[in-house]
């Protein structure tokens, strides 16, 4: 059995480029960059930085045209792929790429993590809430809570 799966998950190092191939399909392609963060056997911090080329076909490639944006974080999954071609001097050039089968958008780069954010109330909205609180003004019995 065989497999051929990559999973990636970076920022974009470029817009993509949107394209159509003589068929009328949309080709998009951009870059990935991904970091990995260790600490080496002296305890010192190490970073590395890989790049990855992305290309998406079809419906996808559109939609990656118009809402992907340099510097946003993407999830791609798909295969790796190898292409080779001659250049003008004759000399054969080679091309890893990542074609994606889903593309997944991270969170907007304007907007927090953790989606949006209400502006905190100011002192006199604060006092104002509190004080249109209505407490029961009968006693509660014990005995009447069912836990």
């Not at 003589?22 to 010192?44: E, L």
């Not at 890989?50 to 999830?75: M, P, T, W």
């Not at 990542?98 to 969170?107: C, H, K, S, T, Y």
């Not at 780069?109 to 954010?117: E, H, S």
Request: proline content about 6%.
């Amino acid at each position: 059995m065989y497999l051929n799966k990559a999973i990636i998950i970076g920022n974009l190092t470029r817009d993509p480029e949107v394209k159509a191939i003589p068929s009328g399909i949309k080709v998009a392609s951009f870059g990935v960059a991904t970091n990995r963060v260790w600490k080496d056997k002296n305890g010192v911090k190490q970073e590395n930085v890989d790049f990855h080329n992305v290309v998406v076909f079809g419906r996808q490639a559109e939609i990656c045209g118009q809402y992907l944006k340099k510097g946003g974080s993407v999830l791609v999954e798909g295969r790796m792929q190898t292409r080779s071609w001659d250049d003008a001097a004759g000399v054969k050039k080679y091309r890893t790429e990542v074609i994606a089968d889903r593309i997944q958008f991270g969170p907007k780069r304007d907007v927090p993590a953790g989606g949006y954010t209400a502006p905190a109330p100011t002192e006199d909205e604060h006092k104002k809430a509190l004080d249109t609180i209505e407490y029961p003004e009968e006693e509660i019995n014990p005995e009447d809570i069912p836990f």
